[in-house]
Structure formats: structure tokens, C-alpha cells
């Protein structure tokens, strides 16, 4: 089982960015992006459920778009109007139908000017 996840970087306040996470091993139910930044404990960012239901956290509402191809088991996380406050190490999130998680191995975003 593995998640392999892509397109984190270095932009500038008010910039975009693409996370990609692949899933191979498994069959993934639920799959969403998780974020930990300096001091703090890792948050949910987005999830999607698989079947059009998709869901954020507060601070990222409009701004961040979950998105998936279920054939292709990938999930993206498209993060528009990033802010200082989004950086950190984002991490690929996998559940499947029988309740067995998965995490990624975590890709740098950092937003600075």
C-alpha cells in the first residue's frame, strides 16, 4: 500500500497551488489532505467522500477545492489565494470501506513573500 503525494513548493502570498496523491494497494472509500504546521497538531484540510460529498475546514472554505478520479484512485487538493497561515507539511489521507487508514508521506507547502 502506498500513498505517494506531489506539488507542494514555495509561493508567494495570494498564489495557487496542486497537491496530487496517488493511491496504489488499495481501494481507497474516503481520501482527503491533512496539514501539521510548526507547534501545532495535524488538522483535516479537505475530505471527499467519493460520491460527490466533499467537505473543508473553515479556514480554507473557497479558497481550496478537493477533487478526485476514482479510476485512477487520485485524489488533488487545488489551493488558490494561499495565505502565510497555510504552510505547512500537507499529508495524503486514505480510508477504506473497511475502516483501514493510510497517510502519505507528506509534501511541503510554504507560503512566504
Known amino acids: 500500500v502506498q500513498l505517494q503525494a506531489s506539488g507542494g513548493g514555495l509561493v508567494q502570498p495570494g498564489g495557487s497551488l496542486r497537491l496530487s496523491c496517488a493511491a496504489s494497494?488499495?481501494?481507497?472509500?474516503?481520501m482527503g489532505w491533512y496539514r501539521q504546521a510548526p507547534g501545532k497538531q495535524r488538522e483535516v484540510v479537505a475530505t471527499s467522500s467519493g460520491t460527490g460529498h466533499t467537505a473543508y475546514t473553515d479556514s480554507v472554505r473557497g479558497r481550496f477545492t478537493i477533487s478526485r478520479d476514482n479510476n485512477k484512485n487520485e485524489v488533488y487538493l487545488q489551493m488558490d489565494t494561499l495565505k502565510s497561515e497555510d504552510t505547512g507539511l500537507y499529508y495524503c489521507?486514505?480510508?477504506?470501506?473497511?475502516?483501514?487508514?493510510?497517510w502519505g508521506q507528506g509534501t511541503q507547502v510554504t507560503v512566504s513573500s
Open positions: 489521507h486514505a480510508r477504506t470501506s473497511s475502516g483501514d487508514r493510510y
Open positions: 494497494g488499495i481501494i481507497p472509500s474516503i
